[in-house]
């Protein structure tokens, strides 16, 4: 599976990767394509920065210092993720300020995102995992071209989509019975194309043009598929959404239509 299409590790590197490392390193590319396209995370496109990778089982981690360096900002970053049948996905991500200034807050923000934290502790508590047993330092190149490219459609993908519309049946229902805001029965979604390692989506309903969020993981159980089994992913509003990032969700949506009233 391939989320995004991304080149491979530098050639200093890729001499003494290993298989493992390949795909953990590929997986955090991933994530930081997602980001850029969909949350315009600030990385310098084609930017090759050192990374530390440490393994438990099938557990990763890396650490990437000066992940963003502008002139006000110094970020690193934290991934955590599982290797599962060749296969990687981070699960968990967290960035924080290197300069110790206080966090800024953000307009968008998922659940298995992970905080932007600042201050010493978080920093001395992630290096400390890298301290003991054996760490591999590689160079990880940062995409040069983050458009998303989409898998072939699977069961997976399927029960995910089929989960979102009952998240968004459940949402929308309160919406317009309770306020009456928009009189229709019938609901257009639009949601925006994922791919199943995929953090988080958006869903644009166009009756009101508002954007929800939806998790698509649990990061405490991520391979237990416990949202799907209870039939609904958290989610959240995006607060006046850009023209860019509806346009976006257009693009290459999948257009689902909610009976208000019946519940299909």
Same mark, same amino acid.
């Given at each position: ?21 390949? #795909?953990? +390193? ?21 930017? #090759?920065?050192?990374?530390? &990778? *440490?393994? !438990? ?8 210092? !000066? ?8 970020? $690193?970053?934290?991934?955590? %993720? ?43 508590? @992630?290096? $400390? ?6 760490? /591999? ?5 940062? =995409?040069? !071209? ?5 898998? $072939? ?20 229902? %309160? ?6 805001? #928009? ?8 949601? $925006? ?13 166009? =009756? ?20 799907? *089994?209870? %039939?609904?992913? =958290? ?10 990032? /509806?346009?976006? &969700?257009? @693009?290459?949506?999948?257009? +689902?239509?909610?009976? &208000?009233?019946?519940? @299909?």
């Amino acid at each position: 599976m391939c989320t995004f299409h991304v080149p491979t590790g530098s050639a200093s590197a890729s001499d003494s990767d290993t298989a493992s490392v390949a #795909v953990a +390193k590929d997986a955090v590319r991933r994530w930081l394509c997602w980001d850029k396209y969909w949350g315009w995370g600030p990385y310098e496109l084609g930017r #090759v920065v050192p990374a530390k &990778i *440490k393994f !438990d089982g099938k557990a990763f981690y890396v650490r990437i210092d !000066d992940i963003v360096v502008t002139d006000q900002v110094r970020m $690193a970053a934290f991934y955590m %993720g599982r290797i599962k049948e060749g296969h990687a996905a981070v699960i968990l991500r967290e960035a924080y300020d290197m300069n110790d200034r206080p966090p800024k807050k953000k307009k968008r923000q998922f659940e298995n995102v992970g905080p932007v934290v600042s201050g010493p502790g978080l920093r001395e508590q @992630r290096k $400390a995992i890298f301290e003991n047993g054996s760490t /591999i330092f590689a160079d990880l190149s940062i =995409p040069t !071209d983050c458009t998303p490219h989409y898998d $072939a459609p699977t069961t997976e993908k399927e029960l995910m989509i089929s989960t979102i519309v009952k998240t968004m049946r459940s949402r929308l229902a %309160g919406l317009f019975t309770e306020n009456g805001s #928009v009189n229709a029965t019938r609901v257009k979604i639009i949601i $925006a194309n994922f791919n199943v390692d995929y953090p988080s989506t958006y869903v644009l309903v166009e =009756p009101t043009n508002e954007v929800k969020t939806v998790t698509l993981h649990d990061a405490q159980d991520y391979d237990g598929h416990a949202f799907e *089994k209870a %039939g609904a992913y =958290p989610a959240g509003v995006v607060e006046e959404p850009s023209q860019e990032l /509806i346009s976006k &969700i257009k @693009r290459d949506g999948i257009v +689902k239509e909610i009976d &208000i009233k019946s519940g @299909r």
